[in-house]
T-cell receptor, first 113, second 113 residues
Framework: GQSLEQPSEVTAVEGAIVQINCTYQTSGFYGLSWYQQHDGGAPTFLSYNALDGLEETGRFSSFLSRSDSYGYLLLQELQMKDSASYFC??????????????FGPGTRLSVLP | KAGVTQTPRYLIKTRGQQVTLSCSPISGHRSVSWYQQTPGQGLQFLFE???????NKGNFPGRFSGRQFSNSRSEMNVSTLELGDSALYLC????????????FGEGSRLTVL
């Protein structure tokens, strides 16, 4: 089966850098995705790591290490609007190749002024 | 380009009733997947459709069903509603089945009394 773990809450101040970790136990997956969800809103795609290493998209970077069963989302130059929940997700190998993602429990990020 | 559209946005039902939720994916997207989001269980995969065929199914009872039409629009149905079915039901579409990126709708918030 698939199991992902994330810290439940993270707090940081504006302008700071924060790292949200995602550790997993899975028999195999195609890649690690990250989503942001504001209260009352829809999850929004942030990044996808198909391979090990770092992916950078503006202020957001994501990292994957399959050998360590570990990934993280790095948010730089934090802004108040970054206050939201962040989810990691994997698409497991097996079954029919598709969009059957397994999501982590989510990390609630609070950015303080 | 219009995003993923879900209707209705909010609905209240009583135990034993059934409900049908609708999802219109982004134009050109042929893969549609459904997720249930609750505070206790987080985001859980329900099922996925591609070219009118169910490709994957999550671990939900048979009361949960869905279908996809030739224009890629999808519906999901929950019969014999239980209190525990109260949740935000999210629909997501993607261009291909291999994409690590899902585009979510705003969701249908179902309350079962």
């Amino acid at each position: 089966g698939q199991s992902l773990e994330q810290p439940s809450e993270v707090t940081a101040v504006e302008g700071a850098i924060v790292q949200i970790n995602c550790t997993y136990q899975t028999s195999g997956f195609y890649g690690l995705s990250w989503y942001q969800q504001h209260d009352g809103g829809a999850p929004t795609f942030l990044s996808y790591n198909a391979l090990d290493g770092l992916e950078e998209t503006g202020r957001f970077s994501s990292f994957l290490s399959r050998s360590d069963s570990y990934g993280y989302l790095l948010l730089q130059e934090l802004q108040m609007k970054d206050s939201a929940s962040y989810f990691c997700a994997v698409r497991p190998v097996g079954g029919n190749y598709g969009q059957n993602f397994v999501f982590g429990p989510g990390t609630r990020l609070s950015v303080l002024p | 380009k219009a995003g993923v559209t879900q209707t209705p946005r909010y609905l209240i039902k009583t135990r034993g009733q059934q409900v049908t939720l609708s999802c219109s994916p982004i134009s050109g997207h042929r893969s549609v997947s459904w997720y249930q989001q609750t505070p206790g269980q987080g985001l859980q995969f329900l099922f996925e459709y591609f070219s009118e065929t169910q490709r994957n199914k999550g671990n939900f009872p048979g009361r949960f069903s869905g279908r996809q039409f030739s224009n890629s629009r999808s519906e999901m149905n929950v019969s014999t509603l239980e209190l525990g079915d109260s949740a935000l039901y999210l629909c997501a579409s993607s261009l291909t089945q291999g994409s690590g990126e899902l585009f979510f709708g705003e969701g249908s918030r179902l309350t079962v009394l």
